[in-house]
């Protein structure tokens, strides 16, 4: 009976692949900051990963309060870092959207918001 030795190194195996997984790409902080405010549209919005990047395969959008793309579509990728242009879209809540392949081969997403005004 050695099933239950084998069965025993499972989660072992499991819990040093989550280990791993953590070296995945992951945000590390973004310009204008997460959940801050800003007292006007930014220009660009920056961000910082854990990891450097494929810029093949690494995307972001933003959406104004009206929900209008406001982002030019082609995101700069050097490094860890991505940027992309905005268009001004007007005062309230805007949502950034990630997606990016880290150069591990993961992919990782992930959103966050910040406001414009007052
Ligand atoms: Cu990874």
């Given amino acids: 009976m050695r099933h239950p030795s084998l069965i025993a190194t499972i989660p072992l195996l499991l819990v040093l692949a989550t280990g791993a997984a953590q070296a995945h790409a992951m945000l590390d902080h973004a310009e204008p900051r997460v959940g801050n405010k800003v007292a006007s549209p930014?220009?660009?919005?920056t961000l910082w990963f854990t990891q450097?990047?494929?810029p093949?395969?690494?995307t972001v959008t933003v959406t104004n309060p009206a929900g209008e793309r406001v982002d030019s579509g082609k995101a700069r990728v050097s490094g860890n870092q991505m940027s992309i242009p905005l268009r001004p879209g007007g005062a309230g809540t805007y949502h950034?959207?990630?997606h990016v392949l880290s150069v591990d081969t993961h992919t990782t997403e992930g959103n966050f918001t910040f406001q414009v005004g007052q």
């Fill in 42 to 45: 930014p220009k660009e919005v």
């Fill in 52 to 54: 450097k990047l494929e």
């Fill in 56 to 58: 093949a395969f690494s």
């Fill in 96 to 98: 950034v959207n990630w």
